[in-house]
Structures are given as structure tokens and as C-alpha cells.
């Protein structure tokens, strides 16, 4: 299946349901599974900002307890839109789809960048760990 590695905090709110978008600077053709791989890189002070901080919080987590290295969740990759303005209060995606906070607090929807929308979310009980890589990458499961 196809995976995607994403520093933390963000591959942890997309497994909780908190990040229902994650935001790139390049599109993909892909639709359906996709693995959230955390990397091992965790980006602390985004976990000190309040909304993302609360977000954390709810499901016990902090910046010291985040897992890393490892696939956190399996979703599907329903669609990806192209952030086309800002305003005060949140984002427009192309097709007039709105992002409000704390969604937008959540990713970079600058104009020009793209939002890959994730569905069916579903957090594994426990990390597996693997190593990611770059751009979408293959993930193979191990059944043991």
C-alpha cells in the first residue's frame, strides 16, 4: 500500500480524526489506502501552540510522548484540492470547500499548495515500526 511520512505532531492528528487534511506543495494521482508513517522528526514548536497543544492533549499525548518512526494510522486518500485564497477566518480549496479553525491552524493552506483530503481514518492499536521515505512511498504490511 501506498504510505506517506509525516512529521509529528501532524501524523498524530491525522490518526486521532483531529487533521482531516494534510498539506503539500505538490499533488498526486493516487486515490484510496494510504499509511500515516510519523517520522522521526518532531516538530515542538508546533506542539506548543495552543490549538495544536489541546488537540494533543485530549488523547494524552504531549511533545515528549509522541510515537516516531513508525505507521500510526491507515486512511484513505479521497482527493486532493488546490488552496486558492485566504481570508481572516480560514481557507478556500478550489470547487468553493471552506477550511475553518482549527482545521487551517492544523496545516499550511497558503494559495498554491494542496490539500490532500483524508477519510476513513483508522488509528492501528499499536505503532508498527518502519522507515519512511519521501514523496509517497511503498509500505507492505507485515501480517505477523
Known amino acids: 500500500m501506498k504510505a506517506i511520512t509525516i ?17 503539500c506543495s505538490w499533488a498526486t494521482k ?21 490549538e495544536i497543544r489541546k488537540a494533543l492533549e485530549r488523547h494524552g499525548y504531549t511533545e515528549d510522548n509522541l510515537p ?13 484540492l488546490k488552496s486558492v485564497d485566504t481570508w481572516t477566518d480560514g481557507y478556500e480549496l478550489e470547487g468553493g470547500k471552506l477550511i475553518y479553525s482549527p482545521e487551517y491552524e492544523f496545516g ?7 490539500a490532500w483530503e483524508m477519510t476513513n481514518v483508522k488509528q492501528l492499536p499499536l505503532p508498527i515500526p518502519a522507515k519512511g521515505q519521501q514523496g509517497l512511498w511503498n509500505w507492505e504490511r507485515s501480517h505477523s
Open 68 to 80: 516516531t518512526g513508525a505507521v500510526v494510522a491507515i486512511c484513505k486518500l479521497s482527493e486532493y
Open 7 to 23: 512529521i509529528q505532531p501532524w501524523a498524530t492528528l491525522i490518526a486521532h480524526g483531529e487533521k482531516q487534511f494534510e498539506t
Open 108 to 114: 499550511d493552506f497558503t494559495p498554491g499548495r494542496y
Open 30 to 50: 493516487h486515490r484510496g489506502e494510504l499509511a500515516i508513517h510519523a517520522g522521526k522528526k518532531i516538530d515542538k514548536e508546533a506542539c506548543r501552540d495552543p
